[in-house]
């Protein structure tokens, strides 16, 4: 039930882009993106919903696939700000409020 | 601002003792939830409170108790601490839609 999130761990150079992937075994209602420094509380990035709605920020972009129940995320150009850990949420019942998290993608950064 | 605030940020507890979490968030959010987190294990809910007066369990709820104080508190109880409970916990609001959650700066937990 807890979503897949791939690659485990990306390192990279500024200015280059990464691509982060969350995959469900169960149909989607929603994915919900948050990036988690070390040390400190996750911050949003997006909302991902059914039918093709998303709310986030501007910098960010992301799809949805219903049909293959998987989201990814794309960080293009990325700055050093982007260094942490990025964490899906998936909401397989309708339920928003009850997310069932992956275990995160860690990515770095390096100048 | 201050968002969410929780209480305390760090916390020593011997087994078997019992203590209670607080959080409050002045957004006017309807939803605000618990979280465990733990190395190599992600975010897991505990419980979640959709709006004033009502809770729900959440995916790991034993050993945990709320209390949706008004709708700006939202409180965890631990009544007999055990080591397996050593954890960081969150606490989330959101509006009532369920959209963009604010996280607290999180209370890191160890259980002896």
């Known amino acids: 039930q807890q979503p897949v999130q791939s690659p485990q761990a990306v390192i990279l150079r500024e200015g280059e882009d990464a691509v982060i992937n969350c995959s469900s075994s169960?149909?989607?209602?929603?994915v919900h993106w948050y990036r988690q420094k070390h040390g400190e509380a996750p911050v949003f990035l997006m909302i991902?919903?059914?039918g093709g709605e998303q709310k986030g920020h501007e910098k960010i972009s992301a799809s949805f696939n219903e049909k293959k129940q998987q989201s990814s995320l794309y960080l293009t150009a990325s700055q050093l700000s982007y260094s942490g850990t990025y964490f899906c949420?998936?909401?397989?019942?309708?339920?928003?409020?009850?997310?069932?998290w992956g275990l995160g993608t860690s990515l770095a950064v390096n100048p | 601002n201050a968002g969410v605030t929780q209480t305390p940020k760090f916390q020593v507890l011997k087994t078997g003792q019992s203590m209670t979490l607080q959080c409050a968030q002045d957004?006017?959010?309807?939803?605000m939830y618990w979280y465990r987190q733990d190395p190599g294990m992600g975010l897991r809910l505990i419980y979640y409170?959709?709006?004033?007066?009502?809770?729900d369990k959440g995916e790991v709820p034993n050993g945990y108790n709320v209390s949706r104080l008004n709708k700006r508190e939202f409180s965890l109880r631990l009544e007999s601490a055990a080591p397996s409970q050593t954890s960081v916990y969150f606490c989330?609001?959101?509006?009532?839609?369920?959209?963009?959650?604010?996280f607290g700066q999180g209370t890191r937990l160890t259980v002896v």
């Open positions: 989330a609001s959101s509006t009532r839609s369920g959209t963009e959650a604010f």
């Open positions: 957004m006017n959010h309807n939803s």
């Open positions: 409170s959709a709006s004033e007066g009502t809770t």
């Open positions: 169960k149909a989607l209602y929603s």
């Open positions: 991902l919903l059914k």
């Open positions: 949420g998936t909401d397989n019942a309708g339920n928003n409020r009850k997310l069932i």
